[in-house]
Nanobody
Framework: QVQLVESGGGLVQPGGSLRLSCGAS????????IGWFRQGPGKDREGVGCISSSDGSTYIKNSMRGRFTISRDNAKDTVYLQMNSLKPEDTAIYYCALLDPGSTSQGMCGPGLGTWGQGTQVTVSS
């Protein structure tokens, strides 16, 4: 069974940092394009960014650029979302998802393939 699993969420003070991890069960992430998404309380789900499997390029949504970065460690079969300078408005459930690898490259995020993790809660509060 193909599954994605997020971890690393928690409670952090404003200005703090968290690193979220996205792992896989039933397949490897090395050749997978991965997107990060989030859904805050009472808000629609929004894209955070993505990482390509073909050229290693990443994309971060403008509103989070400079604070968030996406990377992968193929040896650990994990994709990371590093979040710095966190703000209360970053409070959300964060999800990783498989994206179409053929169209996720050169800083562009392709469409989802319908495989999502269960999400990990991030709460930014003093």
């Amino acid at each position: 069974q193909v599954q994605l699993v997020e971890s690393g969420g928690g409670l952090v003070q404003p200005g703090g940092s968290l690193r979220l991890s996205c792992g896989a069960s039933g397949f490897t992430l090395e050749h997978s394009a991965i997107g990060w998404f989030r859904q805050g309380p009472g808000k629609d789900r929004e894209g955070v960014g993505c990482i390509s499997s073909s050229d290693g390029s990443t994309y971060i949504k403008n509103s989070m650029r400079g604070r968030f970065t996406i990377s992968r460690d193929n040896a650990k079969d994990t994709v990371y979302l590093q979040m710095n300078s966190l703000k209360p408005e970053d409070t959300a459930i964060y999800y990783c998802a498989l994206l179409d690898p053929g169209s996720t490259s050169q800083g562009m995020c392709g469409p989802g393939l319908g495989t999502w993790g269960q999400g990990t809660q991030v709460t930014v509060s003093s």
